[in-house]
T-cell receptor, first 113, second 118 residues
């Protein structure tokens, strides 16, 4: 079956540092790829997505590129802020959203001032 | 926009009782709703997919007689944990996707329900 693997945390960085959270996947066909974020006490929110190879999703300074050759969708941000502290989930879906999401385990990001 | 609520946010029940969790899309109509379960420090695991007016589709290993799902309208889905046992204690999260002519791939998540079975 499909699976998503992402780096485990917690990841602790100083404010304004560069962020990379690695995510790789195993799936048949051509899934869509997502990053969801969960802030403390809130539900998961879509951060960005990409639906085909070489697509780049971006939002709030975060970026991720769909790399089919390496089956990866790494999340990056050039300069993190304290407000970026949250849990980040990499996920994939098949069949244009008709199926549920397959999630990675989540990465807890802590940004220190 | 695209807000999903869950009720209750937290519930404690005795072993053997049943618990109902509601999931509502507040400002959009949801063709499809999903139910997930999350164990501590684990990923969200899809339990079932429900489409309005039809039977839910359960993932392999999920007992459909224990986890009853009803999607009676385009804005409400319910998950009933029947004859709950301590091993059913978990965090249950629902999500909803919009009608087919919208962005069906994006799911909007509720804040989750913490269930503790004593």
């Amino acid at each position: 079956g499909d699976s998503v693997t992402q780096m485990e945390g917690p990841v602790t960085l100083s404010e304004e540092a560069f962020l990379t959270i690695n995510c790789t996947y195993t799936a048949t066909g051509y899934p869509s790829l997502f990053w969801y974020v969960q802030y403390p006490g809130e539900g998961l929110q879509l951060l960005l997505k990409a639906t085909k190879a070489d697509d780049k999703g971006s939002n709030k300074g975060f970026e991720a590129t769909y790399r089919k050759e390496t089956t990866s969708f790494h999340l990056e941000k050039g300069s993190v802020q304290v407000s970026d502290s949250a849990v980040y989930f990499c996920a994939l879906s098949q069949r244009g959203g008709a199926d549920g999401l397959t999630f990675g385990k989540g990465t807890h990001l802590i940004i220190q001032p | 926009g695209a807000v999903v609520s869950q009720h209750p946010s937290r519930v404690i029940c005795k072993s053997g009782t049943s618990v109902k969790i509601e999931c509502r899309s507040l400002d959009f109509q949801a063709t499809t709703m999903f139910w997930y379960r999350q164990f501590p420090k684990q990923s969200l695991m899809l339990m079932a997919t429900s489409n309005e007016g039809s039977k839910a589709t359960y993932e392999q290993g999920v007992e459909k007689d224990k986890f009853l799902i009803n999607h009676a309208s385009l804005t409400l889905s319910t998950l009933t944990v029947t004859s709950a046992h301590p091993e059913d204690s978990s965090f249950y999260i629902c999500s909803a996707s919009q009608e087919p002519y919208r962005d069906q791939e994006t799911q909007y998540f509720g804040p989750g329900t913490r269930l503790l079975v004593l």
